[in-house]
């Protein structure tokens, strides 16, 4: 797998590393970092087929979880922070490299399958239905995602994907930056829990913060054991009148929650 995009913040204090869910990209932690950096080295991940990173040529959480690895060093484990399809990878990293992982947060996922995932093929439709070729301008794409993605919020975090270029000619052309066939295609493999390539590895033994939205339905009654199991030391919090993009939709929360974390000690 070829190189992967990061972004740091800070120059002094303990590492914190987040990862992104699907259809993000790094940067979406940047206010969160910005508002970490004076106290902690912040670095933000690019997963693969996402942002600038490279494309693959499928999708495999170990294979995902490391590679993100070879960033971290057990001379300097981290505090490692995932949403959704980062709070996956950050969990099979931990699992995999316990001694790279100074501590875990893990938001609004779980390690189970959600195999429904007929949400996100949604997105991935209306944005592969979007003529590229026609569109003039930003605000036309908004428009034309308009009624399958119904939520504003939602519509921009995908039109963050959305770049324009411009060719040699002066004419311009638009892209979605992320590999949004590859995807569509892994979509299944995403939404899963590889439980079989982790068999036999011993349970998370550090401190894991698991957040979740008030209103989101991606961690149910099920998922508790599972994460019971492999992350025994986790403490849950719920933070209310938020979804599952938690840190967008409740970002002051989301920061004071994550600092109490950071901060907490092992006892």
């Known amino acids: 797998m070829s190189e992967l995009h990061t972004t740091s913040y800070g120059d002094s204090g303990s590492r914190v590393v987040f990862l992104h869910g699907l259809f993000g990209q790094g940067r979406n932690w940047t206010q969160i970092a910005k508002t970490l950096a004076a106290e902690h080295r912040v670095l933000l991940v690019d997963l693969p087929d996402h942002g600038r990173s490279a494309w693959t040529d499928r999708f495999d959480f170990v294979e995902v979880a490391d590679r993100i690895a070879t960033l971290l060093d057990p001379a300097d484990p981290v505090a490692l922070v995932g949403h959704s399809l980062g709070g996956k990878i950050a969990m099979v990293l931990t699992l995999r490299h316990p001694e790279l992982v100074e501590r875990l947060c893990v938001v609004d996922i779980a390690p189970i399958d959600h195999q429904n995932v007929s949400e996100f093929a949604g997105y991935i439709e209306a944005m592969r239905g979007l003529d590229l070729d026609t569109l003039q301008q930003r605000g036309d794409a908004d428009r034309a995602l308009e009624h399958a993605v119904r939520s504003p919020t939602?519509?921009?975090f995908l039109l963050q994907n959305l770049r324009r270029d411009t060719l040699p000619d002066g004419q311009s052309t638009w892209r979605w930056q992320f590999n949004l066939e590859g995807l569509r295609r892994d979509l299944a493999t995403i939404g899963g829990w590889p439980a079989a390539d982790l068999a036999?590895?011993?349970p998370y033994d550090?401190?894991?913060?698991?957040v979740d939205g008030e209103h989101s339905g991606?961690?149910?009654?099920?998922a508790i054991p599972a994460m019971d199991a492999l992350f025994p030391r986790n403490r849950r919090v719920?933070?209310?009148n938020a979804g599952h993009w938690v840190h967008s939709e409740q970002p002051e929360t989301f920061v004071l929650v994550?600092?109490?974390f950071l901060?907490?000690?092992y006892s």
């Not at 991606?218 to 099920?222: F, L, P, R």
């Open 154 to 156: 939602v519509r921009s």
């Open 200 to 202: 036999g590895l011993a």
């Open 206 to 210: 550090g401190l894991v913060l698991w």
């Open 218 to 222: 991606y961690i149910t009654d099920e």
């Open 238 to 240: 719920t933070i209310k």
């Open 258 to 260: 994550l600092r109490r």
């Open 263 to 265: 901060d907490q000690h």
